[in-house]
């Protein structure tokens, strides 16, 4: 005998979510010689809001970043842009990677740098005018950079040139934002700069995903968390999926006592539950 579950009339199908989804992940493999770095992974990243991506060190987060993003080739899966292929929405999606993956020693200027990210109006040949240049310099005015317009990108401070990167990803006008570590090594004063911006662009009704790895601040910065070690571990709002038991089963043990104590009270206090969220 066969039997089949009843569906909730109103909740919607996977391709529903899929379709609605500003960046939808199905069954995402990575692997490095013999060894997944990133097994059948799924994820469905809600449109508008902040996700968080953590896991404890070698668990997959930038390599499932970069997988989607199409700079690594996955042995399987699909990945899906506003129900699309990635391929079909590039222009949508602004990157911003991991600043010691970049060569800064590369001789250009700060706004040249900003400048790039509009190659999608400008075209490789395409003549940078005076619209342009406005508007480069505005995306430096958000990240506090005009200062610094005509300067050699090599000449900066490493939390200065994160600054101009980030500049470069709202040059492009984009509606997804991806971000691999884009805290790392800064000063307070830029990580404050820099969640502003990304709290602007999500007030404003873009997605912006990062590649996270400081958990004190997962819950004052982010609305979503996604939770992997090489496999998916939880998904879902903050409130209800950064517990301590997520926690433990994504760091396999790995958080220091001291640290997690310190979450603990965090969790506690915000009166986090200590389930998994539904996937």
């Known amino acids: 005998m066969t039997i089949t579950l009843a569906r909730d009339k109103d909740a919607p199908t996977d391709a529903e979510r899929r379709m609605a989804s500003p960046l939808a992940i199905r069954g995402l493999t990575v692997s490095y010689g013999q060894k997944p770095a990133v097994f059948s992974v799924d994820m469905t990243v809600r449109a508008g809001h902040m996700t968080a991506i953590i896991g404890p060190n070698g668990a997959g987060k930038s390599t499932l970043l970069k997988a989607a993003l199409g700079i690594l080739k996955p042995l399987a899966g699909t990945v899906t842009v506003l129900g699309q292929p990635m391929a079909w929405q590039r222009e949508r999606i602004a990157y911003v990677p991991q600043r010691a993956s970049v060569d800064w020693d590369f001789p250009t200027r700060v706004i040249d740098v900003v400048l790039m990210g509009?190659?999608?109006?400008?075209?490789?040949?395409?003549?940078?005018?005076?619209k342009h240049r406005a508007q480069a310099m505005d995306c430096l005015e958000r990240v506090g950079m005009t200062d610094f317009a005509t300067r050699q990108i090599g000449q900066l401070s490493g939390g200065q040139q994160q600054r101009v990167f980030l500049a470069r990803a709202l040059a492009q006008g984009a509606d997804l934002y991806l971000l691999d570590e884009p805290f790392a090594g800064v000063d307070a004063a830029t990580e404050q700069a820099i969640i502003n911006v990304l709290k602007g662009l999500r007030d404003a009704g873009k997605t912006v995903v990062a590649v996270h790895h400081d958990l004190s601040t997962v819950r004052d910065y982010f609305d979503d968390v996604f939770l992997i070690n090489t496999q998916a571990v939880a998904e879902g709002p903050v409130a209800t999926t950064f517990t301590q038991a997520n926690l433990q089963t994504a760091y396999?043990?790995?958080?220091?006592?001291?640290?997690?104590?310190?979450l603990a009270e965090t969790l506690v206090g915000a009166g986090a539950g200590t389930g998994a969220a539904a996937r």
């Open 252 to 262: 396999g043990g790995r958080l220091a006592g001291a640290q997690m104590d310190a």
């Open 118 to 130: 509009m190659y999608g109006q400008l075209g490789l040949l395409g003549r940078v005018r005076a």
